[in-house]
Nanobody, 125 residues
Framework: QVQLVESGGGSVLAGGSLRLSCAASGATYRIVCMAWFRQVPGKEREGVARLWTGSGSTAYADSVKGRFTISQDNAKNTILYLQMNSLKPEDTAMYYC?????????????????WGQGTQVTVSS
């Protein structure tokens, strides 16, 4: 099994920055891809960014391109980051870390196997 624990959420003014972290433990050798998703109450979970741990290849939702950066600490797949700059009120959501043995699409949250509990990000204008 893989356990994921997010941290780094909080409240910030529009235009500010936050860095989220996701610590992976357990059977981390199973992880090939990691990602960040977000969800607002009453809406579907939205894919934000994805990272292929082997190559470092990344993908982003159009809504965050140029503002958010996904990265990992090392090749051991133990810590995933999401640097969020130029935050907007519409970025307010619960942010979740996800991982899988395959690089699933950001548009198919239901296909990702491992999930953290989430960390809240609130951006006020």
């Amino acid at each position: 099994q893989v356990q994921l624990v997010e941290s780094g959420g909080g409240s910030v003014l529009a235009g500010g920055s936050l860095r989220l972290s996701c610590a992976a433990s357990g059977a981390t050798y199973r992880i090939v891809c990691m990602a960040w998703f977000r969800q607002v109450p009453g809406k579907e979970r939205e894919g934000v960014a994805r990272l292929w741990t082997g190559s470092g290849s990344t993908a982003y939702a159009d809504s965050v391109k140029g503002r958010f950066t996904i990265s990992q600490d090392n090749a051991k797949n133990t810590i995933l980051y999401l640097q969020m700059n130029s935050l907007k009120p519409e970025d307010t959501a619960m942010y979740y870390c996800a991982a899988d043995r395959w690089c699933q699409s950001l548009n198919e949250s239901g296909n990702w196997v491992y999930w953290g509990q989430g960390t809240q990000v609130t951006v006020s204008s």
